[in-house]
């Protein structure tokens, strides 16, 4: 009985065919669709079998040839398939003598002949209908209906100047937004369908003669080449794309902002749009195209970006190294610290029951903790509780005596400076960042800082996006690209 109780139920092997081998286990999906209306009926109620969006159609001509529509619910005009279809077939059905003549029947609608299984089933996923009359060649009908929105301002990347207009989740869509801000044939747009099962797709975009062609064919050749069964988010896609998937820091930039990409394609870089995606990825990036933002250029006066600029920089350093520096100076090196402020630190310290490291994380954890709730809440609600659940769990760890002033101080600074930043994803990258520093000076103070410090800057020197180098142009120096990021010529 025991035996029987934990026992471990053998489980049936679940088949994961592909998309064509799918296909090919019902049909020679590389065959032409027969003339009989009914052998075609017979075979796409076998391939979309259990699919109840998977929607027919069956009538008869007035010269009495049967015709069959099928298609899948939700992905085309109901009302367009009656008016632009179904209506001109019945009213000119005594001037089809075979689909040649449907060029006279459809005036607008585009059409084409189904040259093999796989194409007609295709076209179907994609919001197309496939027409059928009986011993004529089966015709493929653009009825795409796709719920679409309309462009909105973008939510994650908020900003004063600029326009205020985002992407949606339609890959040709967001490309036609992009054509609005560069009016010019050179823009090239190349499109790809990847996964097997999901056959997403995805669209480069370039400004021919501004972008190395390297980096073109580098995309080309590792897209060409994506062999997974699914694509379904840009997280996917950019660990693909990346030379160095598992760094902390991204290799790619993601924005919601049409302007930012437009400036993005006259600076010589490639554009990877997603259907489902309101998020574009560009490439190749440096760290300091992280720290710009599309409104930098809306400043009219250049000591305006300098100053801007510059604050940013410093905010990513202190919000990186600050938690990590009170740790090694309070716990290890003391006598660092000015004697004035050395007092200060041991009187708020006093009955403090966690040392400073622990203090450090515990603050962090919170921050980090309260940072996520804001996120995933509704709006009104999340600003609410960040800002509320800030103050209230600061003061409340301070009087319980679990944690400093001093820290709560600290921890505060260090989040403000470092939502300066605006790449929510750079951003996450320097919160995990932070607490290995922060190990790093829990076990060796000022030397163990220093040294992962010194680690951090040879892995971010040893990155490169499409093989243009992370660090850039700092690493390897370039004084004029330097000048140029803090004061850009007109």
């Not at 950019?238 to 990409?261: A, G, M, N, W």
């Not at 003391?334 to 200060?344: A, D, F, G, M, V």
């Not at 994803?425 to 030397?447: C, D, H, K, M, P």
Request: proline fraction near 5%; include cysteine; glycine fraction near 4%.
């Amino acid at each position: 009985m025991f035996n029987m109780l934990f026992k471990k139920k053998q489980q049936q092997p679940i088949k994961n065919l592909s998309f064509d081998h799918y296909i090919s286990s019902y049909v020679n999906k590389d065959a032409a669709l027969p003339v009989s209306s009914i052998v075609v009926k017979q075979q796409f109620n076998e391939i979309f079998k259990d699919s109840v969006d998977f929607s027919e159609r069956d009538f008869q001509l007035e010269t009495g040839r049967s015709v069959y529509i099928c298609y899948i619910a939700g992905l085309i005009n109901n009302d367009q398939l009656e008016e632009t279809v179904i209506k001109p077939l019945l009213m000119n059905a005594q001037n089809l003598s075979n689909v040649h003549d449907l060029g006279n029947v459809f005036t607008v609608t585009k059409y084409k002949t189904a040259t093999s299984w796989k194409e007609a089933i295709d076209n179907i996923l994609e919001g197309c209908i496939v027409l059928h009359i009986d011993q004529q060649e089966p015709i493929i009908i653009y009825l795409p209906h796709k719920n679409e929105r309309s462009p909105q301002d973008p939510t994650t990347e908020y900003q004063v100047y600029g326009a205020k207009l985002g992407f949606v989740e339609s890959s040709r869509k967001n490309i036609g937004i992009v054509r609005q801000f560069i009016k010019d044939p050179r823009l090239r747009c190349k499109e790809y369908q990847l996964g097997q099962v999901s056959g997403t797709h995805v669209s480069v975009m370039y400004f021919d003669g501004y972008c190395q062609p390297e980096v073109i064919q580098h995309l080309d050749s590792l897209l060409s080449s994506y062999n997974n069964e699914h694509l379904l988010g840009t997280g996917q896609l950019t660990k693909y794309i990346s030379k160095h998937p598992y760094s902390l820091f991204p290799q790619t930039q993601k924005t919601e902002r049409p302007d930012l990409v437009a400036f993005s394609l006259v600076q010589g870089k490639a554009i990877i749009f997603m259907d489902n995606s309101t998020f574009a990825i560009i490439s190749p990036v440096t760290l300091m195209d992280m720290i710009e933002t599309s409104e930098d250029r809306a400043f009219f006066v250049p000591w305006n970006l300098f100053f801007i600029r510059i604050l940013r920089l410093i905010s990513l350093f202190i919000g990186t190294i600050l938690p990590a520096l009170y740790v090694s100076l309070v716990a290890f090196q003391p006598e660092l610290i000015p004697t004035n402020l050395t007092i200060s630190v041991a009187q708020a310290r006093i009955n403090i029951p966690l040392p400073a490291t622990a203090e450090a994380y515990l603050m962090m954890f919170a921050l980090d903790v309260l940072v996520e709730a804001s996120i995933r809440l509704p709006s009104f609600v999340g600003q609410t509780i960040g800002i509320v659940g800030g103050l209230v769990i600061g003061q409340a760890a301070v009087e319980a005596g679990l944690v400093s002033n001093t820290m709560v101080i600290v921890i505060a600074f260090t989040a403000i400076a470092t939502f300066t930043l605006p790449s929510w994803e750079f951003v996450n990258s320097w919160r995990i960042t932070r607490y290995l520093l922060v190990t790093a000076a829990a076990f060796l103070g000022l030397y163990g800082l220093v040294l992962a410090v010194g680690f951090l800057l040879v892995h971010l020197c040893k990155l490169d996006s499409m093989n243009k180098p992370f660090m850039y142009p700092f690493a390897p120096f370039d004084a004029k690209g330097i000048a140029h990021f803090f004061m850009p010529k007109r």
